[in-house]
């Protein structure tokens, strides 16, 4: 028996209540195939029954999978260069600098999906700010889908994954092959950690010193941006930064302030109140 239209109403429902995902009906067509594999792992096989399951149960975590397989989890490493050559160009040697007496540093990749964004952050940091060697240098990576998180957790990526955007030479200085993949070096995984965890429910509200939230607020509806935009206004410090997609504004002109330079847009928090 084929989904109906009020199945497919009903799954965009459950993707909004776990993620705040907004999924346009013009786009259900990608539920068989993104969650064949949810299908295949519990023996429902066909999502008309999943659907049954899911009315049924009320407990959230065959949602929460369904959800998660809906997100989007295209990354790759050193992603839209320009991001990362703002970074070493100009947020992170004065940040760098007034960090001096404490000595540590702490960014967060969200929705960091396989770990890519994360882990190309920390080789840029090795490769460009050896003074950082003794410093505590924290990036956390967070993203829905704990597949993914365990992914990004294990380090290792196809040939294909480490042939799109990242530089040969990082490749060959922090990454090592093992058979048909290629590994994160300890020294590069040891700078990054990787958690399962939503952004739009249950935040900690941690310090960060920066954050990247690239490609993420256009699925969302414009009050779940909003709230997730005030969060990272508490999570920032005074003068940290924040780095979204290149088509993203916050729209919060009383919170964030947007700077351009290196060819790159990044905003920096507004006093509160």
Same mark, same amino acid.
């Given at each position: ?13 459950? /993707?909004? =209540?776990? *993620? ?7 786009? #259900?067509? @990608?539920?068989?195939?993104? !969650?064949? $594999? %949810? ?32 997100? /989007?989890? =295209?990354? *790759? ?7 990362? #050559?703002? @970074?070493?160009?100009?947020? !992170?040697? $004065? %940040? ?178």
């Amino acid at each position: 028996m084929a989904c109906t239209d009020a199945d497919f109403a009903y799954l965009r429902s459950v /993707v909004f =209540e776990q *993620s705040s995902n907004v999924l346009d009906a013009s786009r #259900d067509y @990608l539920f068989e195939s993104r !969650l064949q $594999p %949810l299908l295949d792992s519990t023996g429902l096989k066909m999502l008309d029954r999943l659907v049954a399951v899911l009315r049924q149960q009320p407990g959230n975590a065959m949602k929460e999978s369904v959800a998660a397989a809906m997100t /989007v989890k =295209e990354t *790759s490493f050193f992603r839209d260069r320009k991001p990362f #050559d703002l @970074l070493q160009s100009e947020l !992170l040697p $004065p %940040l760098i600098r007034q960090r001096e007496s404490v000595r540590r540093l702490r960014m967060w990749s969200a929705a960091c999906s396989t770990g890519q964004e994360a882990y190309s952050l920390a080789m840029l940091l090795r490769e460009h700010f050896t003074q950082l060697g003794d410093w505590q240098v924290e990036i956390l990576g967070t993203d829905i889908s704990l597949d993914v998180v365990n992914r990004a957790q294990a380090g290792r990526y196809r040939h294909g994954e480490v042939s799109r955007g990242l530089p040969a030479r990082y490749r060959l200085k922090y990454m090592r092959q093992v058979g048909d993949e290629w590994e994160v070096i300890p020294e590069i995984r040891r700078m990054c950690r990787f958690y399962q965890r939503s952004l739009c429910h249950g935040l900690s509200l941690e310090r960060y010193d920066g954050i990247l939230l690239r490609n993420v607020l256009l699925y969302f509806s414009p009050e779940t941006r909003r709230q997730l935009l005030l969060d990272m206004h508490r999570m920032l410090q005074p003068d940290g930064f924040m780095i979204l997609g290149s088509s993203e504004q916050p729209d919060l002109p009383d919170h964030f302030r947007a700077e351009l330079k290196a060819n790159a847009c990044y905003y920096r928090p507004l006093p509160a109140g």
